[in-house]
């Protein structure tokens, strides 16, 4: 949200600085709207710890089941892992070119075809970034103007929020409620207007796990023409939905020309450290986002990209079947938390479960989330973790769980959990 910045003289500042300037000197800078974005600016200023870092910590003191963070707990496929070691030997280790490896941009443009239909000039529509973070960062930064609206759905993955402050934009959302997480149409239609430069769509979704149907995908589409709007969309968990199809939003009539694609290697392929991700669009949307990107990392992960490639490439089967064993794994978790006394939604895709914590007696998902530890030794974390403050309290009884995790260890979560509902 776009403020008018105050001067020295205001008074908030001055009380502000107060706090700091015993200690530091002040700082200033577009880290204060980052952090209010996020909804991470405290108010005395400073900026508060995300809630995933403290229920990471909170896991490793405790020696508790960390179904908090969404990062599996199992390397990716084999060749994969030895087409970057052979990389790496094969001496791909200087900067790689600025939009990509040829190599990867190729397997994209041939996953992009082969599982869509889409048709992508490697060359000129398709961008590798340091991950699907970056690729919304630079798409952000490089689409918005400050003070143009920004619409997502709410709960929103943070990075979102922290961006768009970064940006200077304005955000506006767009509540996706339990039990299925769907939007409201009409809330839909109300929340786009002439304002709105972006709409920013991601599907399957973190953290509810909702996958949208072509119904609300194309609604946007038709928004987006309307109010002459661009939509981003963050596909990173494309390849796992349950019983339901993906659909690229790119893929509709009269969407292409105005939507920025993003996803990544690290769900995918369950090498979250890699940091590999790309975007796609029309050559010139592509253009305008590199003259930032340019300047965020230049360029990334050399040996990496080829082994990406070769993950692209693999066949039908390591996508259906990864599919498959992601909803094994969201089964027993989910039969798991309904044992314990959870009210839970099950999820369509990605790699998480929402759970009401109301039926056990807690009302605050936060707090629940700190106890946790203690009353069945896991992890999770609040869904008020991943809406704007003034939100939160709708969303206050729920807690997300990652089940991207071994079977066995989601047992021994489940059996764990059991012990809530002997309380
Ligand atoms: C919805 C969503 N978008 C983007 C990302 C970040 O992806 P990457 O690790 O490729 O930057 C994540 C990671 O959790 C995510 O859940």
């Not at 889409?118 to 699907?132: F, H, M, Q, R, Y």
């Not at 690729?135 to 930064?141: G, P, S």
Request: with cysteine; hydrophobic share 45%; net charge negative.
């Amino acid at each position: 949200m776009i403020e008018p910045r105050p001067c020295r003289g205001d008074s908030l500042e001055r009380m502000q600085d107060s706090f700091h300037t015993e200690h530091t000197p002040i700082v200033s800078g577009a880290w204060r709207r980052t952090a209010r974005g996020a909804g991470l600016l405290t108010e005395d200023g400073s900026v508060a710890a995300s809630i995933f870092a403290e229920m990471s910590a909170l896991a490793a003191r405790t020696g508790a089941i960390n179904l908090g963070q969404g990062f599996p707990d199992e390397d990716g496929p084999a060749e994969v892992l030895e087409a970057a070691r052979q990389a790496i030997s094969d001496g791909m280790n200087q900067y790689p070119p600025g939009r990509g490896q040829p190599t990867l941009l190729d397997a994209i443009a041939r996953h992009q075809q082969r599982f869509y239909g889409l048709t992508l000039d490697p060359g000129s529509e398709i961008l590798v970034t340091a991950g699907a973070t970056e690729a919304l960062a630079a798409t952000i930064l490089a689409l918005i103007e400050p003070g143009d609206e920004v619409v997502t759905f709410e709960p929103f993955y943070d990075a979102y929020g922290g961006l768009i402050g970064l940006g200077g934009g304005i955000h506006r959302t767009v509540p996706l409620r339990a039990p299925d997480f769907q939007p409201d149409l009409d809330a839909l239609r109300t929340a786009v207007t002439d304002r709105t430069r972006l709409i920013i769509v991601n599907d399957p979704h973190n953290p509810t796990g909702a996958v949208f149907p072509r119904e609300t995908l194309e609604l946007i589409v038709q928004l987006a023409h309307q109010h002459d709007a661009l939509i981003v969309t963050d596909e990173v968990y494309e390849h796992l939905t349950f019983g339901v199809p993906h659909i690229p939003i790119a893929t509709l009539p009269g969407a292409w020309e105005r939507t920025v694609t993003i996803s990544s290697g690290g769900k995918t392929f369950s090498l979250t450290g890699w940091k590999v991700g790309w975007l796609s669009a029309p050559a010139a949307i592509v253009t305008a986002i590199l003259a930032v990107k340019q300047f965020l990392t230049f360029v990334n992960a050399a040996p990496f990209q080829p082994a990406i490639a070769v993950g692209l490439d693999l066949p039908d089967s390591y996508f259906s079947g990864s599919a498959a064993e992601m909803k094994g794994k969201r089964d027993v978790l989910a039969t798991g938390l309904r044992a314990a006394g959870f009210a839970i939604s099950v999820p369509q895709g990605s790699y998480f479960i929402v759970a009401d914590a109301t039926p056990l007696g807690f009302t605050d998902g936060a707090d629940f989330c700190r106890r946790l530890p203690e009353l069945a030794g896991v992890v999770a974390v609040p869904i008020a973790a991943f809406c704007s403050p003034a939100h939160r309290a709708e969303y206050a009884p729920l807690v997300r769980f990652a089940y991207c995790k071994k079977v066995g260890l989601l047992e021994r979560a489940s059996a764990q959990l059991a012990a809530l509902s002997r309380r």
